[in-house]
């Protein structure tokens, strides 16, 4: 099992920035990829950033156009957390962000799919006003 607990969010003025922090705790040597997803009111939790931990691709980073150049996913393994720089925040970046990771990635969907990651954490409300 893999315990995940974000911190860092908060509301800011459109352009501004926010680090969220993801600390792991647990068996956390078997996690292969981790990931940052949002999802917004009424809306399907999309992938924002995702970065392999394990293999032969370890420390490659992924993004969807939404937030590429502008959100950065890294990870300090002597302390067992991930953080997600995001910088120029938009309004529609308002969402609620959750960390999570995986042991493998089976289902072939990529690794910014929600559908691959089996442990989560419980969340940290981001707002950001025009």
């Known amino acids: 099992q893999v315990q995940l607990v974000e911190s860092g969010g908060g509301s800011v003025p459109a352009g501004g920035s926010l680090r969220l922090s993801c600390l792991a705790s647990g068996y956390t040597d078997s996690i292969y990829a981790m990931g940052w997803f949002r999802q917004a009111p009424g809306k399907e939790r999309e992938g924002v950033a995702a970065i392999y931990t394990g293999g032969t691709s370890a420390g490659s980073d992924y993004y969807p156009a939404s937030v590429r150049g502008r959100f950065t996913i890294s990870r300090d393994n002597a302390k067992n957390t991930l953080y997600l720089q995001m910088d120029n925040l938009k309004p529609e970046d308002t969402a609620k962000y959750y960390c999570?990771?995986?042991?493998?990635?089976?289902?072939?969907?990529?690794?910014?799919?929600?559908?691959?990651?089996?442990?989560w954490g419980q969340g940290t409300q981001v707002t950001v006003s025009s």
């Open positions: 999570a990771a995986t042991p493998s990635l089976d289902i072939g969907l990529g690794i910014l799919s929600r559908l691959e990651y089996k442990y």
